[in-house]
């Protein structure tokens, strides 16, 4: 009987030493591949080290800078740059969408490299590590073209709206005087919502990047125009962390090559149909 018993356990022990060799290991496993402009340019392997990876943030609801393509991957003319930089590097490119409002807490906590997308410079010279300048803007306004609004005075009760913690929302915020005219400022999340809402009637203008009013209009064959007033103008930069000089200096030399080469000034015309960049101008 004691015999009997020893077996039986022996035999318990055996099914649940197999049991737990089968165990499957898939929640460890991370699959983060997304494409750029036809190019594969991002895989976030456990198994990369951190000094071969360039993990770059961006507003994916940001076009032509960054943005979901048709073709549901990522593309734009700063993404496509960042490939092309990546590339020279002898880095691996991981593209992180992140949420715009969040970039500071993405930044420090090491999520991400940089932040490269439309990143104006001005205002935020001190809380960043920045390139040179790449590219120059200016802040604006779009209404649709049927309204009766043609200067900044026509904005007098007006609905405006702005994507929140951008530099259109900065840029008001040094403009007091104008903002009181407003019937009421509202924030969006990004300004894909902001257009859809102006389209609608729900909003009478939206304050944003002309680089990127200009793109999407053409791009939604929308009846939206730009005013000729601008409110600020701006550059736009690579951002790093504050104190990060190691990684924006081998940035900032690859930069140059690009333009150098004329690499740079075949992206922009690409998507803008000119050369619309700085470096070396």
């Keep these: 009987m004691k015999n009997k018993l020893i077996a039986v356990l022996l035999v318990?022990?055996?099914i649940m030493a197999l049991a737990g060799c089968s165990s499957s290991g898939d929640k460890n496993v991370v699959n983060n591949t997304n494409n750029n402009a036809g190019n594969n340019v991002a895989d976030n392997d456990q198994g990369a080290a951190e000094e071969d990876t360039f993990i770059v943030g961006f507003d994916q609801n940001f076009p032509p800078m960054g943005f979901v393509g048709d073709d549901g991957q990522y593309t734009g003319f700063d993404l496509e740059l960042a490939a092309e930089a990546a590339k020279r590097l002898n880095k691996k490119l991981v593209l992180q969408p992140i949420d715009w409002a969040a970039k500071d807490m993405e930044l420090e906590s090491g999520n991400i490299d940089c932040v490269w997308n439309g990143f104006t410079i001005?205002?935020?010279?001190?809380?960043?590590?920045?390139?040179?300048?790449?590219?120059?803007?200016?802040?604006?306004?779009?209404?649709?073209?049927?309204?009766?609004?043609?200067?900044l005075a026509d904005l007098a009760g007006k609905i405006v709206s702005v994507q929140l913690d951008s530099s259109a929302e900065a840029a008001l915020e040094d403009m007091p005087?104008?903002?009181?005219?407003?019937?009421?400022?509202v924030t969006a999340d990004n300004y894909n919502t902001a257009l859809m809402d102006l389209e609608s009637g729900a909003v009478d203008a939206v304050?944003?990047?002309?680089?990127?009013a200009n793109y999407q209009i053409e791009k939604r064959g929308s009846d939206l125009v730009v005013l000729e007033e601008s409110i600020a103008s701006e550059e736009y930069g690579v951002g790093f962390k504050l104190g990060n000089t190691e990684l924006r200096d081998q940035l900032q030399a690859i930069l140059e090559e690009m333009a150098a080469d004329g690499t740079m000034a075949k992206i922009s015309e690409a998507w803008f149909g000119k050369d619309i960049t700085t470096i070396g101008k």
């Design 207 to 212: 304050a944003m990047d002309e680089i990127v």
């Design 122 to 151: 001005n205002g935020r010279e001190d809380s960043y590590t920045w390139t040179e300048p790449y590219m120059d803007n200016e802040q604006v306004f779009v209404v649709r073209a049927d309204s009766d609004i043609s200067t």
């Design 12 to 14: 318990a022990f055996l």
């Design 177 to 185: 005087e104008l903002v009181a005219t407003f019937k009421e400022l």
